[in-house]
């Protein structure tokens, strides 16, 4: 946050992980979580995915770069790789791939929240909630959402 910005480190990257995970067979058996997350700020994005493929991989990407407030100059990606030729932003992979987490309860039984809507829209509420509902002191009494929409009309 703030101590961050002082010692000169800039919130111009998005680190994106792959985890796969092996669901309970009443949330849908194999699904494939990615996640992005702004390390200054901590701002976060997530979406939960029946199938996976690079044509996949490359949207979500960019759909957490158009949804993230900062100004992102390069993509850290852990668990895949991702060719993003339409923007003019560096990509460093890692592509060591992750074992799937195994979740053997049905996840009601864990998020009883997912009895009445679909994983996919609690994991988004999620990251809402996170980005925009509550100040951190860390970030000068900011969200996370607030942080960087000022610091992207500073520039």
């Not at 995970?21 to 494939?32: A, F, K, P, T, V």
């Not at 992005?36 to 493929?53: K, T």
């Not at 339409?86 to 309860?105: C, D, F, G, S, Y």
Request: aromatic share 6%.
């Amino acid at each position: 946050g703030k101590k961050a910005l002082k010692a000169g480190i800039t919130p111009h990257t998005l680190e994106l992980h792959h985890l796969p995970l092996s669901l309970h067979m009443d949330d849908g058996g194999e699904q494939h979580l990615l996640c992005a997350r702004e390390p200054v700020s901590g701002w976060c994005y997530a979406r939960l995915y029946a199938g996976i493929s690079p044509q996949l991989l490359a949207h979500c990407v960019n759909d957490a770069l158009a949804a993230c407030p900062a100004d992102i100059q390069s993509v850290e990606t852990f668990g895949f790789e991702v060719v993003l030729p339409e923007r003019n932003i560096a990509v460093k992979a890692h592509p060591q791939k992750h074992k799937a987490v195994q979740v053997t309860l049905p996840l009601g039984e864990i998020i009883p929240r997912v009895q009445r809507e679909p994983v996919g829209r609690v994991l988004i509420e999620m990251c809402e909630f996170y980005n925009r509902g509550k100040a951190q002191k860390k970030l000068g009494e900011s969200t996370p959402q607030a942080f960087l929409e000022a610091l992207r009309h500073k520039d």
